[in-house]
Structure formats: C-alpha cells, structure tokens
C-alpha cells in the first residue's frame, strides 16, 4: 500500500518543537525550539540552565507572539 504524504499548506499549520542539552562546564545549557514547518522558520528559541515548563512555555509565547497568533 503508498504511503499517503501530506505537507503544510500554509504559514503555521504544523509546529515542531525540540528540546535539547549540552554539557558546559557548569553543568548543562537547555535550548527550546519551535519551528514552523511551512516556511521552515525558527518561530521561538530560547536558552537555560533548566528544563522547566517555564522556559518552554517562554519559547511558546515567544513564538506565538513572533508568528502574530
């Protein structure tokens, strides 16, 4: 059986969003990412010293605010 493939069709549609972490010397840096996938635009980043619902909802309204929802 094909697999059906669909892709966005407009701006802000589908988001994808990541968490990531590196190690520094002090412990670890946690970056947050929302991307749009239509335009293929980073909507909303940020950094931190943690991975609390603070700083990802942070990076939410950010791009929430970026992308003018």
């Known amino acids: 059986m094909e697999e059906l493939q669909t892709y ?3 701006v802000n549609q589908v988001w994808a969003s990541d968490i990531s972490y590196s190690p520094t010397g002090d412990g670890f840096v946690f970056l947050v990412v929302y991307l749009d ?3 293929r635009k ?4 940020s950094t931190a ?3 609390g619902i ?3 909802l942070s990076v939410l309204e950010m791009a929430l ?3 003018q929802l």
Do not use: E, K, S, Y
Request: aromatic share 16%; charged share 15%.
């Open 65 to 67: 605010g970026r992308q």
């Open 8 to 10: 966005p069709m407009r």
């Open 42 to 45: 980073v909507a909303g980043f």
């Open 37 to 39: 996938f239509f335009t």
């Open 49 to 51: 010293d943690h991975m």
């Open 54 to 56: 603070a700083l990802i």
